[in-house]
């Protein structure tokens, strides 16, 4: 599986301990945009969500104690500081039972209109805060599968 630092949330293995609800440890700036040719004079707007899926791969590297569920969002904005963050995606809320070291899943594709800059992941945790669990996710070329 080929991974990017760049597109790091969660920085460094093992990864990013999640106890509560929290953004992730990491954003990803997704570029300057520039004017394009031609004289045009308004703020150019990209959008991430048009052309080539852009997996990011959520993996649990340390097993989840105490809480029920967790979700996990995509949310972009214009600032680093998230002040008004828009989540564009959710992922569907995940049981404990399945949070298990080794677990992971894809968030596929960005949804299309998703034009900030700036992107980070939001963990919600459900139920108690947690005691344990840690994730690790980048964006990745293509989710890896195993065939035995």
Same mark, same amino acid.
């Given at each position: 599986m080929l991974g990017d630092s760049l597109w790091n949330?969660? +920085?460094? #293995? $093992?990864?990013?301990?999640?106890?509560? #609800?929290?953004?992730?440890?990491?954003?990803? *700036?997704t570029g300057?945009?520039?004017? $394009? $040719?031609?004289g045009h004079t308004a703020t150019p707007v990209s959008d991430l969500g048009k052309g080539t899926r852009i997996p990011i791969l959520i993996q649990v590297t340390e097993t989840f104690a105490t809480l029920t #569920?967790?979700?996990? +969002?995509?949310?972009?904005d214009d600032n680093t500081g998230f002040s008004s963050a828009a989540t564009v995606l959710s992922s569907p809320?995940?049981?404990?039972?399945?949070?298990v070291a080794g677990y992971q899943f894809v968030? *596929?594709?960005? $949804?299309p209109k998703?034009?900030?800059r700036y992107?980070?992941?939001y963990f919600t945790v459900a139920g108690s805060n947690a005691t344990a669990g840690?994730?690790?996710a980048t964006v990745v070329e293509a989710k890896q599968d195993w065939f035995f």
């Amino acid at each position: 599986m080929l991974g990017d630092s760049l597109w790091n949330f969660c +920085g460094a #293995s $093992p990864g990013q301990a999640i106890t509560a #609800s929290a953004a992730s440890t990491n954003y990803v *700036d997704t570029g300057v945009r520039s004017i $394009p $040719p031609g004289g045009h004079t308004a703020t150019p707007v990209s959008d991430l969500g048009k052309g080539t899926r852009i997996p990011i791969l959520i993996q649990v590297t340390e097993t989840f104690a105490t809480l029920t #569920s967790l979700t996990v +969002g995509v949310q972009v904005d214009d600032n680093t500081g998230f002040s008004s963050a828009a989540t564009v995606l959710s992922s569907p809320a995940i049981p404990v039972a399945s949070l298990v070291a080794g677990y992971q899943f894809v968030i *596929d594709m960005i $949804p299309p209109k998703t034009n900030e800059r700036y992107m980070q992941l939001y963990f919600t945790v459900a139920g108690s805060n947690a005691t344990a669990g840690k994730i690790f996710a980048t964006v990745v070329e293509a989710k890896q599968d195993w065939f035995f």
